[in-house]
């Protein structure tokens, strides 16, 4: 049957075009390598037109934030590859920030640091509860949980910046260890743990399962809801551990510690690869994708552009990421 | 004689299993309006000045703004997406046409150019967002929220304090009215009769809720996906940019930080109105319920004089309530 289509031309080429097995190979290894050939051609455009992003106090503040992010960004990853998204971690990270930060004067860090991590355990064990057993999407049910933990932090707070940040976090956020800052390593030691878990362990292994097929994974005898779950739980209690750095390298915790962590996040997830439909993407994609933007936002500072060109910096990476990962997954799929 | 009695018989039958249908059918709806009903007659009970024409009349104004955000956000949700962008585009609307005005020293006799030029914005940035989701095949919540922070970017960039040398004949139709009812709540209430045609009686709107349902059998019938979803996105920035317009004349300036929350009160109203998030299923009865709901909310915080922070707290927990309440037999999906 002819219809009369009133489609412009080069909308109805496009939607019945039929692509060639070498174009959808290529399209699918450049999302896989985006972010580290990325990462390549933007440290030789510094070199020839910001020669100061190679100062040592630059880049000892670009591997401090590449920490800080790369730590929420690996939780946001083992969400995502579960077939979900997190969408309260600014909120967790910075409500994190707002705990420690107001330990009573006698009080030991210590206690107010367990506390710090059972609230987020506790917010990831809801957000999973929500997505798992209630079945609400994730994006909204993470969004709920995003305003409702920002509310109890502005009832809690009142909307002022107080306290003062702890000594031990500050040493732990900007001291160097040997070359590099602590924070780094604790980022190392964060992705060293997961990697092993998503390789070498059964659960690894169930998360990619249930992210690449929740019904399959369900008639493989995996607990799917309990998944899910424990990656939400686990999110959540990187992004606290995210905020204590970040109050940690900022030293004041104001409103608007963190906000821009989410966006960030899932921008950094899907440069390095990792897809919105679950199963596809690795933590060595993930810490390309946050050098990547990090490097990226600090060479609009260091170029001396308008501050304010970061925001557009930061939409401009999600949306040409999010379409190259979804052409390459709608590809694939054909 | 026996005949008749039969068929009147029939006829309770049926009507009584009529009205248990459209409760069935309707149940979000009817919820609504009693939830309405019931905060209603609550407030009058505490308030005084809650039941005065005066208020009531207020409570209508308030709820053009928000009103104009869920509609867009209607027709989107529909589909089956999500417009994370709708509070940008009212911004960079706003900000554009504050601009011209002041470069133009004011002249009364550019309203209507530049309002529809704000409108034309609206259109293209919608059309913008719609070509990326249909031809990209990404997540369409995703690259909303791209283009939300490209656009914050670009608003920053115009200004980032207010724009004064709005023409006086412009703040004057915000202030316009016949008797006691302000004219531009005649003219919204005319939108939504308008809206509630288009959405259940024309064609395109049908073929949103169609798309929305099930894309393979909307595809079958030979309906245009792409265009469908095309015009579901052009519509919403469309109410945005008129959004953004109305903002301009009741704030008098162009405000670098309008709309500012917009977004998640437009996904929230429509949902509360029964509108669901995996596309398809809502009526834009449901929608006005959800607006008159969340305006008539703030509305009592006001009169009750609940402290702002906790009014944050409390739309958490109500937006918790609501999304814990919701139970889907439909797949997930992020």
């Given at each position: 049957?002819k219809s009369?289509?009133?489609?412009?031309?080069f909308?109805?080429?496009?939607?019945?075009?039929?692509?060639?097995?070498?174009?959808?190979?290529?399209?699918?290894l450049?999302?896989?390598w985006?972010?580290?050939?990325?990462?390549?051609?933007v440290?030789?455009?510094a070199a020839i037109f910001?020669?100061?992003?190679?100062?040592?106090?630059?880049?000892?503040?670009v591997?401090?934030?590449?920490?800080?992010?790369g730590?929420?960004?690996?939780?946001q990853?083992?969400?995502?590859?579960?077939?979900?998204i997190?969408?309260?971690?600014s909120?967790?990270?910075?409500l994190?920030?707002v705990?420690v930060?107001?330990?009573?004067?006698?009080?030991?860090?210590?206690?107010s640091?367990?506390?710090?991590?059972?609230?987020?355990?506790?917010i990831g064990?809801?957000?999973?509860?929500l997505?798992a057993?209630?079945q609400?999407?994730?994006?909204?049910?993470?969004?709920?949980?995003?305003?409702?933990?920002?509310?109890a932090?502005?009832?809690?707070?009142?909307?002022?910046?107080?306290?003062?940040?702890?000594?031990?976090?500050?040493?732990?956020?900007?001291?160097p260890?040997?070359?590099i800052?602590a924070?780094?390593?604790?980022w190392?030691?964060?992705?060293?743990?997961?990697?092993?878990?998503?390789?070498y362990?059964r659960?690894?292994?169930?998360?990619?399962?249930v992210?690449?097929?929740?019904?399959a994974?369900?008639?493989?005898?995996?607990?799917?809801d309990?998944?899910?779950?424990?990656?939400?739980i686990?999110?959540?209690?990187l992004?606290?551990?995210?905020?204590?750095?970040?109050?940690?390298?900022?030293?004041y915790?104001?409103?608007?510690?963190?906000?821009?962590?989410?966006?960030n996040?899932?921008?950094?997830a899907?440069?390095?690869?990792?897809?919105?439909?679950?199963?596809?993407?690795?933590m060595?994609?993930t810490?390309?994708?946050?050098?990547?933007?990090?490097?990226?936002?600090?060479?609009?500072?260091?170029?001396?552009l308008?501050?304010?060109?970061?925001y557009?910096?930061q939409?401009?990476?999600l949306?040409?990421?999010?379409?190259?990962q979804?052409?390459?997954?709608f590809?694939l799929?054909? | 004689m026996?005949v008749?009695?039969?068929?009147a018989?029939?006829d309770a039958?049926?009507?009584?299993?009529?009205?248990?249908?459209?409760?069935?059918?309707?149940?979000?709806?009817?919820?609504i309006?009693?939830?309405?009903?019931?905060?209603a007659g609550?407030a009058?009970?505490?308030?005084?000045?809650?039941?005065?024409?005066?208020?009531?009349?207020?409570?209508?104004?308030q709820?053009?703004v928000?009103?104009?955000?869920a509609?867009?956000q209607?027709?989107?949700?529909?589909?089956?997406?999500?417009?994370?962008?709708v509070?940008?585009?009212?911004r960079?609307v706003?900000?554009v046409?504050?601009t011209?005005?002041?470069?133009?020293g004011?002249?009364?006799?550019?309203?209507?150019?530049?309002a529809v030029?704000?409108?034309?914005?609206?259109?293209?940035?919608?059309?913008?967002n719609?070509l990326?989701?249909?031809?990209?095949h990404?997540v369409?919540?995703?690259?909303?929220?791209g283009t939300?922070?490209?656009?914050?970017?670009i608003n920053?960039?115009?200004?980032?304090?207010?724009?004064?040398g709005?023409p006086d004949?412009?703040?004057r139709?915000?202030?316009a009215?016949?008797?006691?009812?302000?004219?531009?709540?005649?003219?919204?209430?005319?939108?939504?009769?308008?809206?509630?045609?288009?959405?259940?009686?024309?064609r395109?709107?049908?073929?949103?809720?169609?798309?929305?349902?099930s894309?393979?059998?909307?595809r079958?019938?030979?309906?245009?996906?792409?265009?469908?979803?095309l015009?579901?996105?052009v519509i919403?920035?469309?109410?945005?940019?008129?959004?953004?317009l109305?903002?301009?004349?009741?704030?008098?300036?162009?405000?670098?930080?309008?709309?500012?929350?917009?977004?998640?009160?437009?996904?929230?109203a429509a949902?509360?109105?029964?509108?669901?998030?995996?596309?398809?299923k809502?009526?834009?009865?449901?929608?006005?319920?959800?607006?008159?709901?969340?305006?008539?909310?703030?509305?009592v915080?006001?009169?009750m004089?609940?402290n702002?922070?906790?009014?944050?707290?409390?739309?958490g927990v109500?937006?918790l309530?609501?999304?814990a309440?919701?139970?889907?037999k439909?797949?997930?999906?992020?």
């Amino acid at each position: 049957m002819k219809s009369i289509s009133l489609k412009p031309k080069f909308l109805d080429q496009l939607s019945s075009f039929r692509p060639s097995p070498r174009f959808v190979h290529w399209v699918d290894l450049a999302g896989q390598w985006a972010a580290p050939i990325m990462i390549f051609i933007v440290l030789i455009v510094a070199a020839i037109f910001a020669p100061a992003f190679y100062n040592p106090s630059n880049l000892r503040t670009v591997g401090i934030q590449v920490a800080v992010l790369g730590i929420v960004t690996v939780g946001q990853t083992l969400v995502l590859l579960t077939r979900s998204i997190d969408m309260s971690v600014s909120a967790v990270l910075a409500l994190g920030a707002v705990i420690v930060v107001q330990t009573e004067a006698g009080n030991s860090i210590v206690i107010s640091l367990l506390q710090a991590l059972a609230v987020a355990a506790l917010i990831g064990l809801a957000n999973g509860f929500l997505i798992a057993k209630r079945q609400v999407p994730p994006f909204v049910a993470t969004f709920g949980m995003l305003v409702f933990v920002g509310g109890a932090r502005l009832a809690y707070t009142k909307g002022q910046a107080s306290g003062t940040v702890p000594e031990l976090l500050r040493a732990i956020s900007i001291e160097p260890l040997g070359p590099i800052p602590a924070a780094l390593v604790v980022w190392l030691v964060v992705n060293v743990l997961v990697i092993f878990t998503l390789r070498y362990t059964r659960f690894g292994r169930w998360v990619y399962a249930v992210g690449g097929n929740p019904g399959a994974a369900r008639y493989a005898g995996i607990n799917v809801d309990w998944v899910l779950i424990v990656a939400h739980i686990v999110c959540s209690v990187l992004a606290i551990l995210g905020g204590l750095l970040l109050s940690g390298y900022i030293g004041y915790v104001d409103l608007r510690l963190g906000a821009d962590y989410n966006m960030n996040s899932i921008a950094a997830a899907v440069v390095g690869g990792t897809t919105f439909t679950g199963g596809r993407g690795n933590m060595f994609g993930t810490a390309a994708g946050v050098a990547l933007l990090i490097m990226l936002l600090n060479l609009v500072v260091v170029l001396g552009l308008s501050i304010h060109w970061q925001y557009a910096m930061q939409g401009a990476v999600l949306v040409l990421a999010t379409a190259l990962q979804g052409f390459r997954q709608f590809l694939l799929s054909r | 004689m026996a005949v008749t009695y039969e068929r009147a018989g029939v006829d309770a039958a049926s009507r009584s299993h009529r009205w248990a249908t459209f409760v069935r059918n309707n149940g979000s709806i009817l919820l609504i309006y009693t939830f309405i009903l019931l905060l209603a007659g609550t407030a009058s009970i505490f308030s005084d000045t809650f039941l005065t024409p005066f208020n009531l009349v207020n409570i209508l104004r308030q709820s053009i703004v928000l009103g104009l955000f869920a509609i867009g956000q209607t027709a989107v949700l529909l589909t089956g997406g999500m417009d994370i962008s709708v509070e940008m585009v009212a911004r960079v609307v706003g900000l554009v046409v504050a601009t011209l005005f002041a470069a133009y020293g004011s002249d009364p006799s550019l309203i209507l150019p530049l309002a529809v030029l704000g409108i034309g914005i609206g259109v293209v940035l919608g059309g913008i967002n719609g070509l990326l989701i249909t031809q990209t095949h990404a997540v369409p919540f995703i690259i909303t929220f791209g283009t939300f922070f490209i656009l914050r970017g670009i608003n920053l960039a115009i200004s980032t304090t207010p724009i004064r040398g709005i023409p006086d004949p412009y703040l004057r139709l915000y202030d316009a009215k016949i008797g006691i009812v302000p004219v531009n709540v005649i003219v919204m209430a005319l939108i939504w009769v308008a809206v509630w045609l288009f959405f259940t009686r024309m064609r395109p709107g049908r073929n949103i809720y169609a798309v929305g349902g099930s894309e393979r059998v909307a595809r079958l019938a030979a309906i245009r996906i792409n265009w469908t979803l095309l015009s579901a996105y052009v519509i919403s920035s469309g109410f945005s940019a008129l959004a953004g317009l109305f903002l301009l004349a009741r704030t008098g300036v162009g405000d670098p930080n309008a709309a500012d929350g917009m977004t998640f009160q437009s996904i929230v109203a429509a949902a509360v109105g029964g509108i669901s998030l995996y596309g398809g299923k809502g009526s834009i009865i449901g929608t006005l319920g959800g607006v008159l709901l969340l305006t008539l909310l703030s509305n009592v915080f006001n009169l009750m004089q609940i402290n702002i922070f906790y009014q944050q707290l409390l739309l958490g927990v109500i937006v918790l309530i609501a999304v814990a309440a919701y139970k889907s037999k439909s797949p997930r999906s992020v």
